[in-house]
């Protein structure tokens, strides 16, 4: 995503399903289907002023609380919406997946967000220090993957130590 990012677009829905490991031992990460994705920044590198009417985009499962919200989506969105793929991967369902409704799944999200110390109490630390890292980004904020990407990293080698049926760690 920070590729993506440092060009200028943002996918808008990210899902495990548009996700590919590299072959062999490559610490690559393919992403795929920008059937939805759009340039945030202009042909001279800045950044796009937020539309007021935005139609739905991405699938609901994943979709950030700003997506739910019908608002224009940014770099912060797809982290979210990938915080909700690396969560599914550790609990085996998100507690919004048997839903149909757009909007209660979005109450649900709502939900978590202000009981979150109750939601991620049997979690480990970082899921919680993620949420709140993300939910501190804001529209026009660069956001640096780097360290998300170190405290999830973290955080999956606690789930695999813990004997997580969920996640595994290449050797």
């Not at 610490?27 to 007021?52: A, E, Q, W, Y």
Request: glycine share 6%; proline share 3%; net charge positive.
């Amino acid at each position: 995503m920070e590729e993506l990012h440092s060009i200028g677009y943002i996918h808008r829905d990210i899902k495990a399903s548009n996700f590919a490991p590299g072959r062999g031992r490559s610490s690559t990460i393919f992403i795929f289907d920008f059937g939805l994705s759009r340039r945030f920044v202009d042909g001279s590198n800045m950044k796009l002023s937020p539309r007021k009417n935005v139609g739905w985009r991405g699938t609901v499962r994943y979709a950030s609380l700003n997506a739910h919200k019908q608002l224009d989506l940014a770099r912060r969105d797809n982290i979210e919406s990938w915080f909700y793929m690396l969560l599914e991967m550790k609990i085996g369902s998100l507690p919004w997946c048997f839903l149909r409704e757009r909007d209660q799944v979005g109450n649900s999200k709502m939900l978590i967000k202000k009981d979150r110390a109750n939601f991620f109490s049997n979690l480990p630390q970082q899921f919680q220090e993620i949420m709140d890292i993300i939910d501190k980004i804001r529209i026009d904020d660069n956001c640096e993957l780097s360290y998300i990407g170190t405290v999830s990293v973290t955080s999956v080698a606690i789930m695999a130590e813990h004997g997580s049926n969920n996640i595994s760690i290449p050797e």
